[in-house]
Protein backbone atom coordinates (compact mmCIF):
# COMPACT_ATOMS: atom_id res chain seq x y z
CA UNK A 1 0.00 0.00 0.00
CA UNK A 2 1.35 3.11 -0.64
CA UNK A 3 -0.07 6.66 0.62
CA UNK A 4 0.62 10.38 -1.35
CA UNK A 5 -0.65 13.16 0.18
CA UNK A 6 -1.20 16.63 -1.55
CA UNK A 7 -2.44 20.22 -0.63
CA UNK A 8 -0.98 21.39 2.59
CA UNK A 9 0.43 25.03 2.32
CA UNK A 10 -0.31 28.00 4.12
CA UNK A 11 -3.61 30.22 5.49
CA UNK A 12 -4.52 32.48 7.43
CA UNK A 13 -6.77 31.94 10.53
CA UNK A 14 -10.59 31.26 9.36
CA UNK A 15 -9.11 30.04 6.06
CA UNK A 16 -10.16 26.45 4.33
CA UNK A 17 -7.59 23.87 2.40
CA UNK A 18 -8.46 20.69 1.00
CA UNK A 19 -5.88 18.10 1.19
CA UNK A 20 -5.83 14.81 -1.05
CA UNK A 21 -4.14 11.46 -0.53
CA UNK A 22 -4.13 9.23 -3.21
CA UNK A 23 -4.25 5.39 -2.51
CA UNK A 24 -2.13 2.08 -4.46
CA UNK A 25 -2.23 -1.54 -3.55
CA UNK A 26 -6.03 -1.29 -1.26
CA UNK A 27 -6.60 -4.49 -3.64
CA UNK A 28 -10.32 -5.71 -2.38
CA UNK A 29 -9.96 -5.73 1.21
CA UNK A 30 -11.60 -2.86 3.43
CA UNK A 31 -9.76 -0.76 5.12
CA UNK A 32 -9.71 2.02 7.39
CA UNK A 33 -8.28 5.08 6.54
CA UNK A 34 -8.09 8.67 8.19
CA UNK A 35 -5.95 11.63 8.76
CA UNK A 36 -3.36 12.67 11.39
CA UNK A 37 -1.81 15.40 12.45
CA UNK A 38 1.80 15.76 14.04
CA UNK A 39 2.84 19.53 15.75
CA UNK A 40 6.56 20.01 16.75
CA UNK A 41 7.03 18.59 20.50
CA UNK A 42 3.51 16.95 20.58
CA UNK A 43 2.50 13.63 19.92
CA UNK A 44 0.71 12.49 16.82
CA UNK A 45 -3.26 12.41 16.97
CA UNK A 46 -6.05 11.08 14.97
CA UNK A 47 -8.64 13.59 13.54
CA UNK A 48 -10.70 12.03 11.34
CA UNK A 49 -11.32 8.42 10.00
CA UNK A 50 -13.45 6.69 7.52
CA UNK A 51 -13.83 3.28 5.78
CA UNK A 52 -13.26 2.52 2.82
CA UNK A 53 -16.34 0.88 2.44
CA UNK A 54 -18.17 3.92 3.44
CA UNK A 55 -20.42 4.61 6.32
CA UNK A 56 -19.70 6.27 9.01
CA UNK A 57 -17.12 9.25 9.90
CA UNK A 58 -14.91 9.27 12.61
CA UNK A 59 -13.94 13.03 14.29
CA UNK A 60 -11.51 14.07 16.94
CA UNK A 61 -13.52 16.95 19.15
CA UNK A 62 -10.69 19.17 18.42
CA UNK A 63 -12.39 19.34 14.50
CA UNK A 64 -15.88 18.49 14.71
CA UNK A 65 -18.12 20.89 12.63
CA UNK A 66 -14.74 21.88 10.88
CA UNK A 67 -13.34 19.70 8.65
CA UNK A 68 -14.71 16.96 6.55
CA UNK A 69 -13.85 13.88 5.33
CA UNK A 70 -14.77 12.22 2.00
CA UNK A 71 -13.61 9.87 -0.38
CA UNK A 72 -13.81 8.60 -4.30
CA UNK A 73 -13.49 4.67 -4.61
CA UNK A 74 -13.28 4.23 -8.50
CA UNK A 75 -13.92 0.62 -9.20
CA UNK A 76 -11.58 -0.52 -6.09
CA UNK A 77 -8.75 0.54 -8.49
CA UNK A 78 -8.41 4.34 -7.55
CA UNK A 79 -8.63 5.33 -3.56
CA UNK A 80 -8.94 9.14 -3.09
CA UNK A 81 -8.99 10.59 0.48
CA UNK A 82 -9.64 14.17 1.13
CA UNK A 83 -9.74 16.57 4.07
CA UNK A 84 -11.95 19.71 3.94
CA UNK A 85 -10.61 21.81 6.15
CA UNK A 86 -12.52 25.05 7.18
CA UNK A 87 -12.17 27.65 10.14
CA UNK A 88 -8.49 27.18 10.30
CA UNK A 89 -7.03 27.79 13.33
CA UNK A 90 -3.50 28.48 14.76
CA UNK A 91 -3.34 25.16 16.36
CA UNK A 92 -4.26 23.63 12.84
CA UNK A 93 -0.62 24.28 11.97
CA UNK A 94 0.87 20.42 12.22
CA UNK A 95 2.32 17.77 9.78
CA UNK A 96 -0.69 16.26 8.08
CA UNK A 97 -0.26 12.35 7.50
CA UNK A 98 -3.22 9.99 5.71
CA UNK A 99 -2.89 6.23 6.91
CA UNK A 100 -4.59 2.91 6.47
CA UNK A 101 -4.68 -0.45 8.10
CA UNK A 102 -7.10 -3.40 7.30
CA UNK A 103 -10.11 -2.77 9.47
CA UNK A 104 -9.85 -5.03 12.28
CA UNK A 105 -12.32 -5.79 14.61
CA UNK A 106 -10.04 -3.80 17.14
CA UNK A 107 -10.17 -0.78 15.31
CA UNK A 108 -13.68 -0.81 14.17
CA UNK A 109 -14.55 -1.11 18.04
CA UNK A 110 -13.08 2.41 19.14
CA UNK A 111 -9.99 2.18 17.53
CA UNK A 112 -10.35 4.78 14.63
CA UNK A 113 -8.35 7.42 15.69
CA UNK A 114 -5.56 5.22 17.09
CA UNK A 115 -2.51 6.30 15.42
CA UNK A 116 -0.79 3.01 16.50
CA UNK A 117 -3.27 1.20 14.65
CA UNK A 118 -2.76 2.12 11.48
CA UNK A 119 -0.06 0.28 9.47
CA UNK A 120 0.41 2.44 6.26
CA UNK A 121 1.39 5.88 6.18
CA UNK A 122 2.21 8.70 3.76
CA UNK A 123 4.77 11.27 3.90
CA UNK A 124 2.71 13.97 5.18
CA UNK A 125 1.78 17.26 4.27
CA UNK A 126 2.59 20.66 6.10
CA UNK A 127 -0.43 23.23 7.11
CA UNK A 128 0.43 26.14 8.10
CA UNK A 129 -1.85 29.01 10.19
CA UNK A 130 -1.46 31.99 10.89
Known amino acids: VQLVESGGGSVQTGGSLRLSCSAS????????WGWFRQAPGKEREGIAAIYTTGGNRYYADSVKGRFTISQDNDKNVKHTLYLQMDSLKPEDAAMYYC??????????????????????WGQGTQVTVS
Open 25 to 32: GFGYDNYS
Open 99 to 120: AAVILSPRVAHGSQLEPKEYDY
